[in-house]
Nanobody
Framework: VQLQACGGGLVQAGGYLRLSCAASGRTVGDYAMGWFRQGPGKEREFVARIGRSRGNTYYADSLKGRFTISRDNAENTSTVYLKMNSLKPEDTAVYYC?????????????????WGQGTLVTVSS
């Protein structure tokens, strides 16, 4: 499974961005997908996860209501989106998409088998 994230950029506080992650591979449809982020000087943290068939979404508590994860599936490909509204300077981070994870503990990074390269989001005040 290969993952390619894009859509990052510079945005003013209060604005929005939509990140995309193109996932490809024969077994990509077997995987739930997640987003993580790593801010400057911080550890990587969980953002959101979506199940294999677009259901079963899960969010970090602090991001509920502002961020929305979704996905579109096709044969051997999936595209996962992260719509981020009302952005704040503290949302500044490199955002990573990942494939896998656990339904019982979606935040556990060790359970994600594949990772994309990350896309930088910078929110100016």
């Amino acid at each position: 499974v290969q993952l390619q994230a894009c859509g990052g950029g510079l945005v003013q506080a209060g604005g929005y961005l939509r990140l995309s992650c193109a996932a490809s591979g024969r077994t990509v449809g077997d995987y739930a997908m997640g987003w993580f982020r790593q801010g400057p000087g911080k550890e990587r943290e969980f953002v959101a996860r979506i199940g294999r068939s677009r259901g079963n979404t899960y969010y970090a508590d602090s991001l509920k209501g502002r961020f929305t994860i979704s996905r579109d599936n096709a044969e051997n490909t999936s595209t996962v989106y992260l719509k981020m509204n009302s952005l704040k300077p503290e949302d500044t981070a490199v955002y990573y998409c990942a494939a896998g994870g656990s339904h019982w503990n979606p935040q556990r990074q060790e359970d994600y088998a594949y990772w994309g390269q990350g896309t930088l989001v910078t929110v100016s005040s």
